[in-house]
Nanobody
């Protein structure tokens, strides 16, 4: 497993941008698929985006497609989530997760390491 630490959350206005970072420990980070999930107030945790090892493929949930971009820098053991055109409904705690089997799916049960989360609040 890897240790994950998210950063970059905050309070922003609708229409603006924010970039989340997730720093991972461990020498095998480049072999992992990485994902971002979020949990809004009174809602279940939901998939946001995922990226496979080598950035071969990335995927997004429909509500963020075209607004959010997931990327990774294996030299820095870091995965990013660039969030543009933010909306109040994007308000949530955002979690970074690692999949040691490099599946890169939307299923949270496929991820075996999780960060502590970072709060994103979008005001209207």
């Amino acid at each position: 497993q890897v240790q994950l630490v998210e950063s970059g959350g905050g309070l922003v206005q609708a229409g603006t941008s924010l970039r989340l970072s997730c720093a991972a420990s461990g020498r095998t980070f480049s072999d992992y698929a990485m994902g971002w999930f979020r949990q809004g107030p009174g809602r279940e945790r939901e998939f946001v985006a995922a990226i496979k090892s080598g950035a071969i493929r990335s995927s997004y949930t429909g509500s963020v497609q075209g607004r959010f971009t997931i990327s990774r820098d294996d030299a820095k053991n870091t995965v990013y989530l660039q969030m543009n055109s933010l909306k109040p409904e994007d308000t949530a705690v955002y979690y970074c997760a690692a999949d040691s089997r490099n599946r890169g799916t939307s299923r949270f049960e496929n991820y075996d390491s999780w960060g502590q989360g970072t709060q994103v609040t979008v005001s209207s």
